[in-house]
C-alpha cells in the first residue's frame, strides 16, 4: 500500500533554517505529484507547495522566497528547504499525494518556530 513517513520537523528560532523529507513507497514515485501541506491549530490545512513528476514547482504566497520543494527519484523522496522561517510558519507538515483518486497521508511532522 501507498505510505508516507516524513521527517526533519523540529524548534527552530526565527529566520533559521529546516529542511523536511517525505519517503514514498507502494507508488511508482517518480511518475506522481507530490506535495507539502501544512496544518496549524485551530486553521484549515493548506497547500504550501507541490511538484510534479516533470520537476514543475508550485508555492503558496507566503512561502515564495523562502522555501524550495525539491525530489530525488531515486530515493523515494520529496523534500522541503524551509529558510528564513517565521512565528506563523508553526504547524503539522504533511506530505501528500494522490493515487487512483485517493488522498494519500503521512502521519505529519511538526515544526515550531518560536524564540
Known amino acids: 500500500q501507498v505510505q508516507l513517513v516524513e521527517s526533519g520537523g523540529g524548534l527552530v528560532q526565527p529566520g533559521g533554517s529546516l529542511r523536511l523529507s517525505c519517503v514514498a513507497s507502494g507508488i511508482i514515485f517518480s511518475g506522481f505529484k507530490m506535495g507539502w501541506y501544512r496544518q496549524a491549530p485551530g486553521k484549515q490545512r493548506e497547500l504550501v507547495a507541490d511538484?510534479?513528476?516533470?520537476?514543475?514547482?508550485k508555492y503558496t504566497d507566503s512561502v515564495k522566497g523562502r522555501f524550495t520543494i525539491s525530489r530525488d527519484n531515486a530515493k523515494n523522496t520529496v523534500y522541503l528547504q524551509m529558510n528564513s522561517l517565521e512565528p506563523e510558519d508553526t504547524a503539522v507538515y504533511l506530505c501528500?499525494?494522490?493515487?487512483?483518486?485517493?488522498?494519500?497521508w503521512g502521519q505529519g511532522t511538526q515544526v515550531t518556530v518560536s524564540s
Open positions: 501528500n499525494t494522490v493515487f487512483l483518486t485517493r488522498n494519500y
Open positions: 511538484i510534479t513528476s516533470g520537476g514543475s514547482t
